[in-house]
């Protein structure tokens, strides 16, 4: 029997679950059912053995129970295409497939997940190689979470566009370099979901993390790069950074139960990154750091209700700013006028802060949470479809629906005004578009008075 599984949705996890349901109950007791035209290399043994492969082998679009090890070494290589793979064994410890001396393994399009107490992973060493592409991993239940469901203990190894849920840690990257992880959704696990040991130029960029056990990601080694990551919900730190030389840029943040960010290494650089809604400091800088570099980040609404500031510095020579350009980081709790201060030790300042507007309204937040008691969350606080920035600008009142008024009298409404791009304190500003012949024939777009005196010049 063959079983193609086409490349799943993200979220998919009840779903695979039913599928798999229903292949128990009508499908006969096998390790793997193969096709001549889809399959070749070494095939794993008629009993529960080791599946040794030191051979090319590529199995396609079948359905495979594993009740042993997959090991692929002495530079043999294994290729998993568009596979249903179902972990079940009694062992003690996991059940892995893995690669080791020199040899690859490539996983595309392929759902593997176990649905007993059946604890797995898939792990590469001894300069092996692995790409996961495609592909949804189930590590089990509660009781069956492997410490990592992806073992990186090698360099030169691709993990991208993934779903990954329910394990210890998702992703393990041990002394390893040049690994790229992207894309991947990684969500509910009892550890942080990525862990990075004393590994080097890596890149860690748009993956999505949410529900962590402890770190969305935590970290040591140096020259990595961890860039458009979304981290939410995570028991401890959303991203901890031990290592040094490391660019932290544009991740987005939020929900952490402690703080959002934590450094504990040297000549870092942090920029552009989004903390927000964090339980306690949006960044937390240890007393172990020192030179780092921190700027264009955005802190919004983290330690409320403490009145502490967003940041903490216990280390040295921390750096608040960009120096070139005599920029700071955005901060909702601080109308840009005066240097913001950073709890710890360290006494920091960021000299060049200003006010974010977090809901890109043209209102700072401090003004909205001070001075109008417009939402900082949400642009427009009446849900009238008029801005809060554009309300203010003009008088309007942005905590009641006035989208419906004409202020001067024109017959445009304060809504059409603000579509056609008009004073709404000013009358007959209706745009006409008109289209002027001359020398190098161009169109025009004008009010009605720029129209009049262009004709009048035009005499």
């Not at 329910?166 to 040049?178: K, M, R, V």
């Not at 995570?234 to 939020?254: C, E, M, P, V």
């Not at 001070?370 to 606080?381: A, E, I, L, N, Q």
Request: proline share 3%; with cysteine; net charge negative.
């Amino acid at each position: 029997m063959l079983f193609t599984f086409k490349k799943r949705k993200k979220n998919s996890f009840m779903l695979l679950l039913f599928v798999f349901s229903s292949l128990m109950l009508f499908s006969p007791d096998f390790n793997l059912v193969t096709s001549s035209a889809s399959s070749s290399g070494t095939f794993p043994p008629p009993t529960d053995g080791r599946w040794n492969i030191t051979e090319p082998t590529v199995v396609e679009n079948e359905f495979i129970k594993l009740t042993n090890r997959v090991l692929i070494k002495d530079e043999g290589s294994l290729i998993l295409r568009n596979c249903f793979i179902v972990i079940e064994h009694d062992r003690v410890g996991s059940l892995s497939i893995y690669a080791i001396d020199n040899s690859s393994l490539e996983i595309y399009d392929t759902t593997i997940l176990t649905y007993t107490d059946s604890p797995w992973y898939i792990g590469v060493d001894n300069n092996a190689h692995l790409h996961l592409e495609g592909s949804t991993l189930i590590g089990g239940s509660d009781r069956t979470y492997s410490r990592e469901l992806i073992r990186l203990y090698s360099s030169d190894n691709i993990v991208i566009n993934n779903f990954i849920t329910h394990t210890d840690e998702a992703i393990d990257i041990q002394y390893g370099s040049h690994n790229l992880v992207s894309g991947n959704n990684i969500s509910h696990n009892s550890a942080s979901s990525i862990d990075m040991t004393d590994s080097c130029f890596n890149v860690i960029t748009n993956n999505y993390i949410s529900y962590s056990g402890t770190h969305g990601i935590y970290g040591s080694g140096h020259n990595n790069i961890i860039t458009n990551n979304t981290i939410t919900y995570t028991r401890y730190d959303g991203l901890a950074l031990g290592g040094n030389n490391n660019t932290i840029t544009d991740n987005i943040i939020s929900e952490s139960r402690r703080s959002g960010l934590s450094v504990s290494g040297s000549n870092n650089h942090l920029s552009s990154n989004v903390l927000f809604n964090n339980s306690n400091y949006g960044l937390y800088i240890y007393k172990s750091a020192s030179n780092n570099f921190l700027s264009r980040n955005v802190f919004f609404k983290n330690n409320q209700g403490y009145n502490l500031s967003q940041a903490f510095d216990d280390g040295i020579n921390n750096t608040w700013f960009d120096p070139v350009y005599s920029i700071g980081n955005y901060w909702s709790d601080t109308d840009g006028s005066e240097p913001y201060p950073i709890d710890g030790k360290a006494k920091a300042f960021d000299p060049f802060p200003r006010g974010s507007d977090f809901d890109e309204d043209m209102l700072l937040d401090y003004l909205e949470d001070h001075v109008y008691g417009t939402d900082p969350w949400s642009s427009d606080t009446d849900g009238d479809l008029l801005p809060d920035g554009w309300e203010v600008h003009y008088g309007s009142d942005p905590l009641t629906n006035d989208s419906y008024l004409d202020f001067d009298g024109d017959g445009l409404t304060n809504l059409e005004e603000f579509y056609n791009h008009t004073n709404p304190l000013v009358k007959n500003q209706m745009m006409y578009l008109i289209i002027v012949i001359t020398p190098l024939s161009f169109v025009s777009l004008f009010s009605l008075k720029n129209l009049l005196r262009f004709l009048k010049n035009r005499r």
